[in-house]
């Protein structure tokens, strides 16, 4: 084979066409699965529109200098009241660039979806080789000051490890910590030569709902980490905000973890574009919520943590219902509706119609259930925790996970 045939032979063996032949109808299709999902708000598919602004940004190389990215960056900066910020494919990075910059024992409250307690793939002691101590709220809700002073290792004693970070969650699976309560643990951490982080995933949603700015709520943290692609519904990118020597050494080790991007441009247009147009939907999807909970308690469903902003927890156990029943049930529909556990996601996308179905849905299996003769009276009085954590009820877990996959 002559140098011009082999090469031309690699040529169309390196050559890939990953679009399908219905491409722009299965965007459309996706579109509409995405608004009948409770899983999570991060499905969100981005529009038209977000494309339209994204494409158009700046080119440069994010290691060197990219324009639109560096402008976004200042953006969040001034809007969190810090000095610098840093632009991140990942939530999950986010929060391990800050705790490598910091590199100390965390109090997280329990279960805190940052700092790879669980669902973060053990980073924690693998990149910072960090201690955590996860503490359960005595209230059943959030963190106060006391359940910190009650935990917190101030000590020189050489058989402790000193608590060097407190990092606080807001919002936590949808419930927000009272201001006061942050200001409070913030006081008390820095009295006592102690940093403070917060994963601001979806602090947007505390924001919107209690009217307090950006600025306020980030105050009482020295590094704050703020998802773009939870609630905002941008397609990737999160910010980790700070002083600015801190954020120099998250850069730095940024590069180090693989996540140097390149002509990260329209990833940080599609961002400024979510926090532009899709930061005001933010209530719409709180009064979608709260419509979700209200008609599961007409039903008679157990809440087991109320909508406070994006999320309801359930109990379908007292009207003689299982969850593996309602996502089977849910996916057998002519518009299936996606979900999974005791959990349930409100986001940018989801439609009222599907908020209606799926209540329609529940309350028609209790119908059933009370037709063949279940008594929702033997279930009154017994108590009604909450559910706030990140292990979500798995009720006939194997059952769940294979009618979702269905």
């Not at 643990?185 to 009295?191: E, G, T, V």
């Not at 601001?200 to 505390?206: D, E, F, N, S």
Request: aromatic letters at 8%; glycine letters at 6%; a negative charge.
């Amino acid at each position: 084979m002559s140098s011009i045939a082999a090469q031309a032979k690699i040529i169309d063996e390196v050559k890939i066409d990953i679009l399908t032949q219905t491409q722009d109808a299965d965007n459309a299709k996706w579109l509409r699965d995405v608004s009948r999902s409770f899983v999570s708000d991060t499905i969100t598919a981005p529009t038209e529109d977000m494309y339209a602004y994204a494409v158009r940004a700046s080119l440069g190389d994010d290691v060197y200098n990219e324009p639109c990215t560096k402008i976004l960056e200042t953006h969040m900066a001034k809007l969190t009241g810090k000095e610098a910020a840093l632009f991140v494919p990942s939530g999950t990075m986010s929060n391990q660039l800050a705790l490598r910059a910091y590199c100390h024992l965390t109090i997280s409250k329990k279960c805190a979806h940052t700092w790879a307690f669980r669902y973060e793939a053990g980073g924690t002691a693998f990149h910072s080789g960090a201690q955590l101590e996860c503490v359960l709220p005595s209230n059943g809700h959030h963190l106060t000051l006391e359940d910190v002073q009650n935990n917190v290792v101030i000590s020189s004693d050489v058989h402790s490890c000193p608590t060097a970070i407190i990092e606080l969650e807001n919002t936590l699976n949808g419930t927000i910590i009272p201001q006061e309560e942050v200001i409070a643990i913030s006081d008390y951490a820095h009295s006592n030569g102690i940093i403070m982080h917060l994963d601001g995933a979806r602090i947007w949603h505390v924001a919107a709902e209690t009217g307090t700015s950006i600025k306020d709520l980030c105050d009482p943290f020295d590094s704050v980490s703020l998802c773009f692609s939870k609630g905002l519904g941008a397609p990737i990118g999160s910010c980790l905000v700070g002083s600015q020597a801190f954020i120099t050494r998250a850069r730095w080790f940024r590069k180090m973890f693989g996540g140097g991007m390149r002509q990260t441009g329209f990833m940080a247009a599609a961002a400024a574009y979510a926090l532009t147009y899709n930061f005001a939907k933010l209530l719409d999807v709180h009064a979608l919520a709260r419509k979700l909970e209200v008609g599961l308690e007409e039903i008679g469903v157990k809440i087991t943590s109320r909508a406070e902003t994006c999320m309801v927890f359930y109990d379908p156990s007292p009207v003689g219902v299982s969850y593996a029943e309602i996502v089977s049930r849910a996916g057998s529909l002519a518009s299936p509706i996606k979900l999974g556990g005791s959990r349930l996601v409100v986001h940018i996308q989801t439609t009222e119609e599907t908020i209606d179905d799926f209540l329609a849905l529940v309350r028609e299996l209790a119908q059933e259930k009370k037709a063949a003769g279940f008594d929702p009276s033997a279930q009154k009085g017994q108590p009604n925790g909450r559910a706030n954590t990140n292990i979500y009820v798995k009720v006939a877990q194997a059952d769940v996970a294979k009618l979702q996959k269905e």
